[in-house]
């Protein structure tokens, strides 16, 4: 009788909170893990995707009206 009203149930219990635990581990893990790719997609991190084509606008030079960048010789 110990063994059914003790024993078992503090191993029930156990188990319980275990699995939960590894739960919320797994479910916080991938949270992060998500929050990563998000961040890395957002930023186009290089490092991920590769070289990027788009090219970065060099702000020291001129543009003209439609935000195209000029030469100074022109």
Known sequence: MILFGIILP???IFLYFFTTLLFWM??????????GVLSALLKRDPMIFGESDVQEKDLSKPTDRRGQQVDEDR
């Open 26 to 35: 797994l479910a916080i893990a991938s949270f992060i893990a998500f929050l």
């Open 10 to 12: 503090a191993i029930l």
